[in-house]
């Protein structure tokens, strides 16, 4: 099988990141090549990478900048997602290349608990049902408490068939600039909306094959240290953590808090 890696959404924690190459092995262990893309939105951080040479390994890669328009949760990841898309398809056309799966995740999101075993289980299956138009989704899809969208679910790592991916990505294009469009845009730009507009098939990863864990980085790395983000005095550093990029602003953040304690 030929399987696609595509980041995309903004920079994080890059010099971090090196989890993508176990889950590349655990792949080609299992008879697969893998391919890697990523799309990210252009600042310093972003640039430091490039200029470091840190996309070496790449098929693709691309630094965008931010549209002068209000993006914000939802409507700036898809818009990022839709045009790592359309880089990934155009060097796609250029080189002949088609895919199995592709991935779309975060950049800061790490692999561990990689399983050859359900990767070779996702070869078998494959072969027997030949996918098509189909998504897993990483855990259970509920409806949202939250007003601003309809369904929520995790949407930092999605498998998908190539062609899956190809349609469920143009999801920006359809409800956020289509003028027929009966959907909402802002509203129903969540995964499950997106899905549901292409008819899409969907399922959940953990129910049929488990190919990995992963974890959003800075979480991750809070368990570890051991810190109780539901403790009241960790509200005041919630809007600092969220502009962090580096590994080190991350680790000087959580020291000054742990000292407060």
Not at 113 to 129: F, G
Not at 158 to 172: M, P, Q, R, Y
Not at 189 to 215: P, R
Not at 220 to 232: C, F, G, R
């Amino acid at each position: 099988m030929k399987i696609a890696i595509q980041f995309f959404a903004q920079l994080r924690y890059w010099e971090k990141q090196s989890s993508v190459f176990d889950l590349i092995e655990a792949f080609e262990e299992c008879g697969s090549t893998v391919d890697v893309y990523g799309t990210f939105w252009k600042d310093d951080y972003s640039v430091e990478m490039m200029e470091q040479n840190k996309f070496d390994y790449f098929k693709d890669v691309h630094l965008i900048d931010m549209p002068d328009d209000y993006l914000v949760d939802l409507w700036r990841s898809k818009y990022c997602l839709l045009k790592s898309r359309n880089y990934r398809l155009k060097y796609q056309i250029k080189n002949n290349i088609k895919y199995d799966f592709v991935i779309l995740t975060r950049p800061d999101v790490i692999f561990f608990n990689i399983s050859k075993e359900n990767i070779e289980n996702l070869h078998r299956r494959h072969r027997q049902i030949n996918y098509i138009y189909h998504l897993w989704f990483s855990n259970f899809i509920h409806y949202s408490l939250e007003a601003r969208i309809p369904y929520r679910e995790e949407d930092k790592f999605i498998f998908a068939t190539e062609d899956a991916a190809n349609i469920f990505s143009l999801g920006f294009n359809y409800i956020q600039l289509s003028q027929d469009s009966h959907f909402i845009p802002r509203y129903h730009m969540d995964n499950v909306s997106v899905s549901k507009l292409y008819n899409l098939t969907t399922s959940i990863m953990n129910q049929t094959f488990c190919i990995c864990n992963w974890e959003v980085f800075k979480v991750k790395y809070m368990k570890d240290s051991n810190v109780d983000t539901e403790n009241q005095g960790f509200a005041d550093y919630r809007p600092k953590l969220k502009l962090i990029q580096r590994f080190e602003d991350l680790e000087a953040l959580i020291k000054k808090y742990k000292e407060k304690l």
